[in-house]
């Protein structure tokens, strides 16, 4: 017998042996077992995502009822030139606004090919508004934000016709979505989803800024010179490690035994969208930073990362008839009394009130976290805000966030303090008008050969761009300074 | 959420189905890197708990089979990270009634010092008779990938299957 029977025999040897392994009665039942917990987990799980999305489902539409009902003013990003009057313009509502109509349905379905597509088309309503200017952005950019949509349904049908005949099999589902975000946008969601040998999903966020009307790109939400790219994807790197070393079952394209796959940066073209609580996520399809099983994944970007990059929002508007306070949602609906809010929330939630001279009202702030500034104050560095607005109601603002413990959260007469290392936030509620407005910001920012450039906002000037040196950022943080310290007191 | 509901279901029945039908199949190919019964039984469990509640994220069933062996897979790859090293079967405690332990300690032992892929993919193939497409598939891997995987394994193992040649005359 040659050497190679040899080897042939004994690899035979080895599969009889291989092939004899069974399991135990008692282990096919512990499987068994498992596989109902893992079933009830499920439907658990499923039961508790359809009661949060019927939620979700109703306060979107509730907000925009709301706010058809008040006033909408919206001042997002300050692009505007320096001689515009930052004064109030009240423009129409999203309600009446933005309407999604199907621009095309195809559907299909044999053993193997089946289609459910639904391509939709944004239609504005556009006598409302009263900017000119704007009004023709809104044309033009709900206009090429249609055609970009049909151009992708287009191809994946197409396509799809191509291989109706074929053998393989093939399946293509494409449906869209508002997405819920902060007033001063309007954000349409497009999900794609195509199998063949294995599934692929794509997500597409297409964001009008309702101030401009023109479609948000993301370098228009940062200053110049600013590397946000870089800090954003650094960012993005320290969450999806994190998140690798508390579950075993995620990865991504980290760090890996092939470098030249591994995530290095987003684009000025990655996906993304503002979420409701104003913070920027980034939106990656599959494949792109991670396995096909980990699906599409999203990361929120932490404010620390850009907070010296990031332009001012000039006016955040209320969210009026749900708040988010922490993880809690909660009601605002019949709610006069700030001790009524106080009451919906957990014991070991902390609050202040802050009384502005020129308000009417008290401001009331909310935080879980708080801790000792030093001389027995509670300070924070992250509230939600509610006030009073022009129609008595109370609502919520928004939220205050410094991005250290070296600056708690301060007020001063006339306004509170918002900061970071290298920023500074004054913004006021003013009982004239139904947002939290911000009125001065400054930052100190570098480029990535370290060159430092300066940024001042001002809503009295009207100014928003780039300033010669540090004097507005000095300035401001002098009067942080001089400000007290917003202390909490704890919810029994 | 893109899935209708009942196409759902039927991804999990399909499944379970597949489960309850070639346990032994992940068991042994579990057995062969842990040479521990319960390690064994431990991955196929926990796999099928896998497979099972994360049944969405199948998204083709033609493909179950291969997907559920990506799976167990992983839980294989977990457990073998986890250990410093390969046991061999002398360092496990006697086995209950077992006497047919694998006799050839040279194939063994080339078996075990091989990448846990390139042994997958032997074992895939001649012990499973899976096609490389879907050990491919099961490696999320591409085929040439597999292929290299198969011929670098043959070749540790020193051996000469019928269907393949690689090159040699």
């Known amino acids: 017998m040659g050497r190679n029977d040899l080897k042939r025999n004994d690899f035979e040897k080895y599969k009889d042996a291989y092939t004899e392994k069974s399991m135990s009665e008692l282990d096919v039942q512990k499987m068994k077992n498992r596989i109902e917990q893992a079933k009830q987990e499920k439907k658990a799980e499923q039961e508790k995502q359809a009661v949060a999305q019927k939620t979700n489902q109703r306060n979107t539409a509730r907000k925009w009822y709301a706010v058809a009902a008040a006033a909408a003013i919206i001042i997002a990003v300050p692009n505007l030139s320096p001689k515009a009057a930052y004064a109030m313009e009240k423009i129409p509502v999203l309600g009446n606004l933005f309407r999604i109509v199907t621009f095309r349905d195809y559907t299909y379905e044999d053993e193997k090919h089946s289609a459910d597509v639904h391509v939709p088309e944004i239609q504005v309503e556009t006598e409302q508004i009263t900017d000119l200017q704007v009004k023709e952005n809104v044309i033009k950019s709900s206009a090429q934000i249609n055609e970009k949509i049909k151009e992708l349904a287009e191809e994946k049908i197409a396509a799809f016709e191509k291989e109706k005949d074929g053998e393989g099999f093939h399946d293509l589902q494409i449906t869209s979505e508002v997405m819920g975000t902060t007033d001063g946008y309007f954000t349409l969601k497009l999900v794609c989803f195509e199998a063949m040998a294995s599934g692929y999903e794509e997500h597409h966020y297409f964001t009008i800024d309702l101030e401009t009307g023109k479609e948000l790109k993301l370098k228009d939400m940062f200053w110049e010179n600013t590397d946000y790219i870089h800090a954003i994807s650094e960012n993005i790197k320290e969450q999806m490690k994190a998140q690798m070393a508390e579950d075993e079952n995620k990865i991504y394209w980290i760090d890996s035994d092939m470098p030249e796959m591994d995530f290095q940066e987003i684009t000025e073209d990655t996906e993304f969208y503002i979420n409701e609580d104003g913070k920027l996520v980034i939106s990656f399809n599959e494949y792109e930073v991670a396995p096909g099983y980990m699906g599409c994944v999203e990361f929120v970007i932490n404010s620390e990362a850009v907070d010296n990059m990031k332009k001012p929002v000039a006016a955040t508007m209320a969210n009026v008839m749900q708040a988010q306070v922490g993880n809690k949602e909660i009601s605002l609906e019949n709610i006069t009394e700030y001790d009524q809010i106080l009451e919906k929330l957990p014991a070991g939630t902390w609050y202040a009130q802050v009384q502005l001279e020129t308000a009417k009202h008290p401001i009331l702030l909310v935080s879980e976290n708080v801790y000792d500034n030093g001389d027995g104050t509670m300070a924070s560095i992250y509230a939600d805000l509610f006030a009073y607005n022009e129609e008595g109601k109370i609502v919520k603002y928004g939220t205050l966030e410094s991005t250290g413990t070296a600056y708690p959260l301060a007020a001063s007469e006339n306004f509170l303090f918002q900061a970071g290392n290298h920023h500074v936030s004054k913004v006021y509620v003013g009982e004239d008008y139904s947002a939290m407005l911000t009125k001065e910001d400054a930052v100190e920012t570098f480029d990535k050969d370290g060159n430092a450039y300066y940024y001042y906002f001002s809503i009295d000037d009207g100014y928003a761009g780039a300033v010669e040196d540090e004097s507005r950022l000095y300035g401001l943080f002098d009067e942080m300074a001089a400000a007290e310290v917003i202390s909490f007191t704890e919810k029994k | ?169």
């Open chain 2, 1 to 169: 959420m893109f899935f209708e509901k009942n196409r759902s279901d039927s991804k999990e029945k399909i499944i379970e189905a597949i489960l309850c039908d070639k346990y032994n199949n992940y068991y042994r190919l579990a057995y062969s890197y842990t040479y521990s019964e319960a390690d064994a039984a431990d991955i196929v469990q926990e796999g099928a708990y896998k497979a099972i509640k994360y049944s969405d994220s199948l998204k083709n069933s033609q493909y179950a089979e291969s997907w559920i062996y990506r799976i167990m897979l992983n839980e294989i790859y977990r457990f073998l990270g986890k250990r410093k090293e390969i046991p061999t079967e002398d360092e496990m405690m006697p086995q209950q009634g077992k006497e047919d332990q694998y006799e050839n300690i040279d194939l063994k032992r080339a078996l075990d010092n091989m990448d846990y892929k390139d042994k997958a993919v032997i074992e895939l193939r001649y012990f499973e008779d899976m096609t490389l497409e879907e050990i491919a598939r099961a490696l999320e891997e591409n085929l040439s990938t597999v292929k290299s995987r198969l011929y670098r394994g043959l070749r540790k193992l020193r051996l000469e299957m019928e269907d393949e040649s690689y090159g040699k005359k």
